[in-house]
């Protein structure tokens, strides 16, 4: 729950001052967020929501390293990565 804290934080605190030592820590507090959620996904038993948050996860990927975006569509997609995200690992967390 405190990396989960502590990746708000600092994507507030980048998203409104585009740091790059910011991103930079931003960047490393997501990695261990997602770490750590594909390990509670792999300790608890295979459901429905396992199959969500694997769509979600691959989604996300899509999104954030494949799409060719405008400036318009960048916001917006960055958007959807985080409230897939959010949704993702609240499921992990409400099964735990």
């Known amino acids: 729950m405190y990396s989960f ?3 708000f934080i600092a994507s507030v605190m980048y998203h409104q001052t585009h740091n790059n030592i910011l991103k ?3 960047k ?5 967020v997602v770490l750590q ?3 509670r996904l792999y300790i608890n038993t295979v459901d429905i929501h396992t199959y969500i948050n694997i769509s979600f ?3 996300i990927v899509y999104i954030y390293y494949i799409c060719d975006r405008n400036i318009y569509e960048k916001y917006h997609l960055h958007s959807v990565i985080h ?3 959010s949704l993702g ?6 099964k735990c």
């Open 37 to 39: 959620g594909g390990n």
């Open 83 to 85: 409230i897939l995200g």
């Open 24 to 26: 930079i820590i931003d």
């Open 5 to 7: 804290i502590c990746l």
């Open 57 to 59: 996860f691959f989604t």
């Open 28 to 32: 490393i507090l997501m990695y261990n």
């Open 89 to 94: 690992h609240h499921l992990i967390i409400s």
